[in-house]
């Protein structure tokens, strides 16, 4: 029998919604992200969290709570260091890693992600893909822009305009074979170690490795919580009065 685990990246700080305390922990309808987030889980053998390093024991309360098998590890210095560490822990926890081992990575400040997106996603990797990716088509005009010259700059000089026909944004989860993801995390550690040069996400790491990605239909209600409009966005959708 296939197994299917998931990798719930919650280490985000929270800065960019303005709030004191871990992004995963901020309320929407009085429950917190993290709880929505696995909450909204497919059925699968395991979850590993990965929560900022000194918050790790209040993540591991509230993930106990939550009545989804799950482990709380400590997160890196960047999204592909956090997604590292899981997947560390994951492959020590289900040793021996079987060939057909599903892993989703997903992305807790995505919690009201439709289930269908998930069956997508695990319907394409059990057809034969090796990565998968849920995707929207872009509608706005997209610019390419060179970097300023000064932080101060007050405009940025346009290079490109690439065809929008041609372009995809990206969601979560992203579905791999466990083994691969894990043999490609590995390779590419030395990029984790900070931002500027990370992978934003994981399907990025088989492109490096010139391995194919493939995408299935995303869906506009699988948005990142990012920013306080976001946060208020939610709030209006879940909250019980509406």
Sequence with gaps: MVRL????TAAGSGTRLGCDMPKALVPVAHRPLLEWALKGLPSCDFVVVSAPPAQRDRFQSEVSGCGV???????????????????????N???????????????????FTPPAVFDRVVAAL??????VVPALPVTDTIKVVA?????????EVVTATPNRATLRAIQTPQGFYLHELAALHERFAEQSLTESTAFSDDAALYEAANL??????????AYKITTPADLALAEFQHSPHH
Excluded at 93 to 111: N, T
Excluded at 212 to 221: C, F, H, I, L, M
């Design 147 to 155: 970097a300023r010259t000064h932080p101060d700059e007050p405009v």
């Design 5 to 8: 685990f998931v990798v719930l």
């Design 69 to 91: 098998p799950a482990a709380v590890v400590p997160g890196g210095s960047s999204r592909q260091g956090s997604v590292a560490a899981a997947i560390r822990a994951l492959v």
């Design 93 to 111: 926890m289900v040793d021996p890693v079987q060939e057909d081992d599903l892993v989703l990575v997903h992305d807790a400040a995505r919690p």
């Design 126 to 131: 059990q057809d034969g893909h090796r990565a």
């Design 212 to 221: 194919p990605v493939v995408t299935v239909d995303g869906d506009r209600s």
